[in-house]
């Protein structure tokens, strides 16, 4: 025991020193630093008694601790359901349906030995056998690992085998559990773990309480599992006087407090849950549609998640009022635009590869079916006051689905809880494939992999990297859209004495982006804009101002110009990295598992300031790409072609891309 105490002081001691160094600010709901607590002792917990007097009012989140490899995520097959929940009314049954355990599978065999697995870690046997566990496991220093060692989602396949009536696995899946009672004491609130993992733990509870009465046949709670339902009163105590606040772990938080008290026929708890959730949609997703997680990937998640915050309300007889479905239908046509021709979701914040998951004849299923089903979205454009824009070619009206060209574009407040250092940044896909990519989601261990993917380094975006960039909020200055063409001008100052401008036009037919960045300092800096392309592309560079990007076999080739304005391209202006660690450039995450090599070019300049212009040009293998370049008075001209098609560029003394012809 004495060296379980040790251990765990250890890993809270090094948890909370590394979330005060890295992440200096909690974020409510996202990343959570750790400040063990102690419960507040006149707080009652007797399952007999309301645990509600002396909870904070509702709404007000409790002093977070944060952890630096936050559990919340929606990863692949984890937190995100293959089907979404039903958009119609589900009937009032009067109780909580147990909502499963996000994928993480163990085996019965495995649970048996007191065995768990996550990720892609080696199993480890974390008890002896008997369901007494080593609850300070900790074997790969992996916080998420730790944190779903304490979920007991682990136990999922047990306590269904328990509800189909096997009785030895069932007695063994509940020992662990009530292991698990008896070592983490109310509160547990000292340890990160165990705190961070309260509201998946509930759920499991609540399906373990279902499936003692299923498995055993009974309609009452037999005596010698009285244990289970004092647990969930301190549970939901738990959540009462810890809530975590307007964020997706909130809303999660508000669904389990809900569970307890549709189960136990609680109806304080009920009602607690259900203002929590009421006050907290506004925040969680705007009249627009955005979420305040500042992540594509979490959107998704939060769309599903308010679904089964409905569906669970509905099912114990609460009415979840009008704002969910109405906020829930914007998001589905915001994830709608923010779906990519290849139809994946664009990557955008902490976000892993993954096709978007939609309610029939929504928008979202119109995406996720690639335009065979559902509601075709009003607009093709789409410019969000959260920071984001979305735009396309079209829905496959004049060609198919998976050809058209989409985009995005950040801009907006500074980052917080799932976002990156991403503003200006530009994602873009062309002919069938991915051309400019965000580098995805590297997981949440603090390590110089998070800290690259999250930064501007790992963007497409003008960097400074000799100045001390910060995260900012950026202004979007002006946004112009017409048929075959639209213009965006965006402009912040990421570090002190250092503005930086960026023009964007991005044209239809042919299809292709301009931008114009500008960096400006008091004195001598170096600028890059970087251009991240996906895995499998070969760069060659041909001249200062031309690079070609083609991976081996492919029908398609990007060209990367940086045309000549205003400075004169030095002999090294175009560089390219690949896989370089020290420092980390040249990846990308399609989940928080993997990590790939890939390429980034950078267009360079030193000085106080810098004028770069490019054109990313996606072709067809046999197409040449090419360009002349003329001034009329303040004007500058850039005539494009590109095989057989032409157009004109013009750009205007401050710095606006236009489309002639």
């Given amino acids: 025991m004495a060296s379980q105490r040790t251990r765990r002081l250890s890993t809270t001691v090094a948890l909370t020193l590394a979330c005060v160094l890295v992440c200096g600010v909690a974020f409510a709901g996202a990343v959570f630093v750790l400040m063990p607590g102690t419960r507040d002792r006149s707080t009652p917990v007797a399952a007999a008694g309301s645990p509600t007097p002396s909870r904070p009012k509702p709404g007000t989140p409790s002093p977070k601790p944060t952890l630096p490899d936050s559990t919340d995520e929606p990863l692949p097959g984890v937190d995100t359901p293959a089907t979404p929940p039903p958009a119609t009314p589900v009937a009032n049954t009067g109780t909580y349906e147990c909502p499963g355990y996000s994928g993480i599978q163990v085996p019965v065999s495995m649970l048996m030995n007191d065995t768990f697995s996550w990720g892609d870690d080696p199993p480890y046997k974390v008890g002896n056998g008997n369901g007494d566990i080593n609850w300070r496991s900790d074997p790969y220093k992996k916080p998420s690992w730790y944190m779903w060692l304490h979920s007991l989602r682990w136990l999922g396949n047990g306590i269904e085998a328990g509800q189909r009536g096997d009785r030895e696995v069932l007695a063994h899946t509940m020992a662990i559990i009530h292991d698990w009672v008896r070592d983490n004491p109310y509160s547990w609130k000292g340890d990160v773990g165990a705190w961070e993992a309260t509201m998946h733990r509930t759920n499991v509870l609540l399906c373990a309480r279902q499936a003692v009465l299923t498995g055993m046949h009974v309609r009452t709670l037999p005596a010698q599992y009285a244990w289970l339902d004092k647990a969930l009163i301190d549970h939901a105590q738990f959540m009462i006087v810890n809530f975590s606040g307007m964020s997706n772990h909130g809303t999660d938080e508000s669904i389990a407090l809900f569970g307890v008290g549709c189960t136990l026929k609680r109806p304080e708890l009920k009602t607690l849950a259900v203002n929590r959730l009421t006050e907290a949609i506004t925040t969680a997703i705007d009249a627009q549609g955005s979420t305040n997680e500042q992540s594509v990937g979490y959107a998704m ?32 046509e ?215 990007a083609a991976k081996p076999g492919d029908k398609s080739k990007t060209y990367l110009l940086q045309i000549p304005y205003k400075q004169q391209p030095p002999r090294d202006a175009i560089t390219v990295v690949q896989g370089q660690q020290d420092p980390v450039q040249g990846w990308y995450y399609p989940d928080i598992f993997h990590r790939e090599s890939a390429p980034v070019v950078k267009f360079g300049r030193n000085g106080t300031s810098a004028t770069i212009l490019s054109a990313i040009v996606p072709a067809n293998s046999t197409e040449t790409v090419t360009y002349k370049t003329r001034t009329v008075g303040t004007m500058f001209f850039v005539d494009l072609t590109v095989g057989a098609r032409k157009t004109t560029i013009r750009v205007l003394p401050d710095g606006r891309l236009t489309r002639i012809s």
Wanted: one cysteine or more.
């Fill in 301 to 332: 998640f939060n769309y599903l998640l308010w679904g089964r915050a409905t569906t669970a309300m509905q099912r114990c007889g609460s009415n979840p009022g009008p704002v969910i479905s109405q906020r829930r239908a914007a998001l589905s």
């Fill in 334 to 548: 915001w994830l709608a635009l923010a779906t990519k021709s290849t139809g994946e979701l664009q990557q955008v914040g902490d976000a892993v590869a993954q096709k978007p998951t939609g309610a029939a004849g929504t928008a979202l299923d119109y995406v996720a079916s690639l335009g065979k089903r559902g509601t075709k979205p009003p607009k093709r454009v789409a410019v969000y006051d959260a920071g984001y824009v979305f735009g396309r070619t079209g829905w496959g009206e004049t060609r198919p689905f998976a050809q058209e060209s989409t985009y995005s574009i950040r801009y907006g407040a500074a980052r917080t809880l799932h976002g990156h250092d991403d503003h200006m940044s530009i994602t873009y896909s062309s002919h069938g494939r991915d051309v400019l990519i965000d580098p995805g989601h590297s997981g949440y261990q603090l390590d110089k992999w998070q800290a690259w993917s999250k930064s501007a380094a790992a963007h497409n975006v003008m960097t400074i990297p000799s100045a001390d960039m910060a995260s900012v909020p950026t202004q979007l200055v002006q946004a112009s859209i017409t048929p075959t063409a639209e213009s965006y001008s965006l402009a912040d100052s990421p570090a002190p004495g250092v503005t930086r401008k960026r023009d964007v036009l991005v044209l239809k037919d042919p299809d292709l982006i301009i931008t114009l960045d500008r960096g400006q300092a008091v004195g001598s800096e170096r600028y890059e804009t970087l251009w991240h392309l996906a895995p499998g592309q070969k760069v060659a560079v041909q001249s200062p101002t031309t690079a070609v």
